[in-house]
């Protein structure tokens, strides 16, 4: 079936610095792809989508500059967390559509643990 | 998407039947019904989608009612490792460049 790999799977980074999430579709190609985040006991947040080839779109509230989403190849699209901060700290999880029409065709990728210190 | 409603949160045994509802009062015509699982520090997991009367697969069944106003997520015999966020999302198939938006979900602890 249709596997979205997201790394790394954690990662801690010091205030100030900036952190790289790679979201990998590894056996079908994703125009779309779409970040969220996710903050403890609550639901999933959506962030961004991302299209290949183009600029993101970006929700309501979600700073573009600090959040960079590259979405280069069709099974490839990485969100940089830049200048992070305390606040920053969250779960984030990747998700693409494989194309199907029945269940939605939405794979999820296993999720980045970030904590900045 | 259709505004769902669900508990949020219930509590079983193993060995138990667990029925979580979802209501969905303003469902359209071209919405199917899923639901997805959410592990601790993982992604969801698609688990079932229906759109009229009964689906059943190796995890869960799924009830709909003749007006589909509401859904019922049937999880046989829960055992510890059901322990997990269940989302019901109500919906038309989107199209490519449309993203999943998740409520708050049903949180299901299973005791021993």
New interface residues.
């Given amino acids: 079936g249709a596997v979205?790999s997201?790394h790394p799977s954690w990662v801690i980074c010091k205030s100030g610095t900036s952190v790289k999430i790679e979201c990998r579709s590894l056996d079908f190609q994703a125009?779309?792809m779409?970040w969220?985040r996710q903050f403890p006991k609550q639901?999933?947040m959506?962030m961004a989508?991302s299209?290949e080839g183009s600029k993101a779109t970006y929700e309501q509230g979600v700073e573009k500059d600090k959040f960079l989403i590259n979405h280069a190849s069709l099974t490839l699209s990485t969100l940089t967390v830049t200048s992070a901060h305390p606040e920053d700290s969250s779960?984030y999880?990747?998700?693409a559509?494989n194309?199907g029409?029945?269940?939605?065709?939405?794979?999820?990728?296993?999720?980045t643990?970030l904590t900045v210190v | 998407l259709a505004k769902t409603t669900q508990p949020i949160s219930m509590d079983s045994y193993e060995g138990q039947e667990v029925n979580i509802t979802c209501s969905h009062n303003n469902i359209a015509t071209n919405d199917?019904i899923?639901w997805y699982q959410q592990f601790p520090?993982?992604?969801?997991?698609?688990i079932i989608?229906g759109y009229k009367t009964k689906v059943t697969n190796e995890v869960a069944s799924l009830f709909i009612p003749a007006d589909r106003k509401s859904s019922t997520l049937s999880l046989p015999r829960v055992s510890l490792s059901d322990t997990a966020v269940y989302?019901c999302?109500v919906?038309d198939?989107?199209q490519?460049?449309t993203?999943?938006?998740?409520?708050?979900?049903t949180t299901l602890s299973v005791s021993s």
């Fill in positions: 979205v997201q125009t779309t779409f969220y639901s999933l959506l989508t299209n779960f999880i990747c998700s559509r194309g029409s029945f269940n939605y065709g939405y794979t999820f990728g296993s999720g643990r | 199917y899923t520090s993982q992604g969801p997991r698609f989608q989302y999302l919906g198939p989107p490519a460049g993203a999943l938006i998740f409520g708050k979900g």
